[in-house]
């Protein structure tokens, strides 16, 4: 059993026991306000106990100038990002496939599309092949911070991280500045 004694000096009255109580009592509700304070000041005013991760890492959208956050999901080394949109006044479906390194910079792996275009390059990365209707181009290992774009609802088309949705150019403001990168650390909220 838990037992703590109040000492006084001699001849001179303590507070504590209040009138009433016993001595014994007066110490147990002092070790519980102690107690009761100490844990108030842990929860309001010391760092969280639980640090953040250092290898979470997350997916994030922003409008490029405002800083407003559109979405984010979690994301890790090797996270496979695909970027589709639409290239060029011929319409040309476009998709671009990255990986996440271990920085959290996007490294482009492979693109493909149906046929060539205005400004589509015929010779990115080492493999080239065609498939099922795609012009493949792969092993490609162009580095990215980030990707920045100016969006638009008829040309960004979906944003799909590890096979699930991120979001959709009809989704995000359209003629905004939209910006994409991984980042370190917990997640915030998107709107």
């Known amino acids: 059993m838990f037992r703590m004694t109040i000492r006084k000096p001699p001849g001179e009255k303590h507070p504590f026991p209040p009138a009433g109580l016993k001595s014994r009592h007066a110490a147990i509700l002092v070790l519980c306000a102690l107690l009761s304070v100490e844990a108030a000041y842990s929860a309001l005013c010391q760092p969280s106990a639980r640090a953040a991760d250092p290898e979470t890492m997350m997916l994030r959208v922003y409008d490029r100038h405002a800083g407003i956050l559109y979405a984010e999901v979690p994301a890790r080394v090797n996270s496979r990002l695909v970027f589709g949109w ?106």
Request: hydrophobic content about 35%; overall charge negative; glycine content about 12%.
């Open 86 to 191: 639409i290239h060029s006044w011929e319409k040309i479906p476009w998709n671009e496939y990255y990986h996440v390194d271990a920085k959290g910079d996007l490294v482009l792996d492979a693109i493909t599309f149906p046929a060539f275009g205005a400004g589509i390059p015929e010779d990115k990365g080492r493999v080239c092949y065609v498939r099922d209707g795609l012009i493949h181009m792969e092993e490609i290992g162009q580095v990215f911070t980030e990707l920045v774009w100016l969006n638009s609802h008829t040309a960004t088309r979906d944003i799909i991280l590890d096979g699930t949705p991120v979001t959709r150019g009809t989704d995000l403001p359209h003629h905004a500045g939209i910006r994409l990168r991984i980042e370190k650390g917990e997640g915030h909220g998107a709107r």
